[in-house]
C-alpha cells in the first residue's frame, strides 16, 4: 500500500507559479511511475503530467507542456510539479497517483491514463484568477 499526500494548494493570479508536492510513504517510491492529474467542477478528470519510474522519463498534456515541470526526488520520496505562466483555466483540484504496474513496463514507459494507476492522493485545490 502506498500513501500518497498532495500539498501546495493556493490562490495565484493569472501568470503566476505554484509548486504543488506530492510526498509518498508505504512503499519503493523508486518503484513507481508518478502521475498528476486535474478535475475542475463539472469536469472529468484529466491527466496533467507523469514521468516513469526511471528518472528523465517524462509526458504532458498539451495544454500544459512546456508551463507545467514534473520532477521527482526518489531521496525525498517526493513527486513535483512546477505550474508556470497560470491560467483560469488551469483552476483544478489537483491530484497525485502512483502506478507500480509499469516497473515491468520497461524503464522508459510512461503511463497516462487514469486506470493505469493504482494510489491516489486527495488532491488538493489551485485556483488561478483572472
Known amino acids: 500500500q502506498v500513501q500518497l499526500v498532495e500539498s501546495g494548494a493556493g490562490l495565484v493570479k493569472a501568470g503566476g507559479s505554484l509548486r504543488l508536492s506530492c510526498a509518498a510513504s508505504g512503499r519503493t517510491f523508486s518503484n513507481y511511475a508518478m502521475g498528476w492529474f486535474r478535475q475542475a467542477p463539472g469536469k472529468e478528470r484529466e491527466f496533467v503530467a507523469a514521468?516513469?519510474?526511471?528518472?528523465?522519463?517524462?509526458y504532458y498534456a498539451d495544454s500544459v507542456k512546456d508551463r507545467f515541470t514534473i520532477s521527482r526526488d526518489n531521496a525525498k520520496d517526493t513527486v513535483y510539479l512546477q505550474m508556470n505562466s497560470l491560467k483560469p483555466e488551469d483552476t483544478a483540484v489537483y491530484y497525485c497517483?502512483?502506478?507500480?504496474?509499469?516497473?515491468?513496463?520497461?524503464?522508459?514507459?510512461?503511463?497516462?491514463?487514469?486506470?493505469?494507476?493504482?494510489?491516489w492522493g486527495q488532491g488538493t485545490q489551485v485556483t488561478v484568477s483572472s
Open positions: 514521468t516513469a519510474w526511471s528518472v528523465g522519463y517524462t
Open positions: 497517483a502512483a502506478d507500480q504496474k509499469s516497473f515491468y513496463s520497461g524503464s522508459s514507459y510512461v503511463p497516462r491514463w487514469s486506470h493505469e494507476y493504482d494510489y
